[in-house]
């Protein structure tokens, strides 16, 4: 099983908004309403953002969003903030043989 | 407040065998799977497998099926990831999580720094 597809870096300003991508295939992305996303801060273990594809766990602020189209997930942050910087990954169910991938990381800066 | 505990980092040798812990509290610990994912250092994430510990039913990624084993002692609501003959490239943080899907891991242990060196 590859690992999701995603850029190896994003950036944006303060306040900008920036989308972040993960392209699979149809066996994972494109096949299932199962896309989470994470947040990694250095040297601190990852935290939930997005489940479901577009749900967002309590306490997560509204800033962050997700969506899909075909086989790409995308996450959105809106109103970027200097506490956004860190690495994102997303991570796809991919049916009962595989169960779950993740993507291969993106590391947000905020400029 | 639902907490992962995980056991404290390890230096091995190649060859060795290991088990680390996972300690879960504040939750039903029968009833949400346990996740466990590696981070080699300086790299992204790997999902490595689940356990449920309710029944022990376990789902490992192909890429760790028969490298690693999971295992649970619900009496004690603790997971395991064990190792029968560890390598150089099983260096690596070990995350564990708890899991109400395969891949919706909302509460994450601190992590467990697995060295293996000669």
């Known amino acids: 099983q590859s690992a999701l597809t995603q850029p190896p870096s994003a950036s944006g300003s303060p306040g900008q908004s920036v989308t972040i991508s993960c392209t699979g295939t149809?066996?994972?992305?494109?096949?299932?309403?199962?896309v989470s996303w994470y947040q990694q801060h250095p040297g601190k273990a990852p935290k939930l953002m997005i489940y479901e594809v577009t749900k967002r766990p309590s306490g997560v602020p509204d800033r962050f969003s997700g969506s899909k189209s075909g086989n790409t997930a995308s996450l959105t942050v809106s109103g970027l903030q200097a506490e956004d910087e860190a690495d994102y990954y997303c991570c796809s169910y991919a049916g009962s043989n595989n169960f779950g991938v993740f993507g291969g990381g993106t590391k947000l800066t905020v400029l | 407040e639902v907490q992962l505990v995980q056991s404290g980092a390890e230096v091995k040798k190649p060859g060795e065998s290991l088990k680390i812990s996972c300690k879960g509290s504040?939750?039903?610990?029968?009833?949400?799977?346990i996740g466990w994912v590696r981070q080699m250092p300086g790299k992204g994430l790997e999902w490595m497998g689940i356990?449920?510990?309710?029944?022990?039913?376990?789902r490992y990624s192909p890429s760790f099926q028969g490298q690693v084993a999971m295992s649970a002692d619900k009496s004690i609501n603790t997971a395991y990831l064990l190792w029968s003959s560890l390598k150089a490239s099983d260096t690596a943080m070990y995350y564990c999580?708890?899991?109400?899907?395969?891949?919706?891991?909302?509460?994450w242990g601190q992590g467990t720094l697995v060295t293996v060196s000669s």
């Open positions: 999580a708890r899991g109400s899907s395969p891949i919706k891991f909302d509460y």
């Open positions: 149809s066996s994972d992305v494109g096949g299932y309403k199962y």
């Open positions: 504040g939750y039903s610990f029968t009833t949400y799977w």
């Open positions: 356990i449920y510990p309710g029944d022990s039913t376990t």
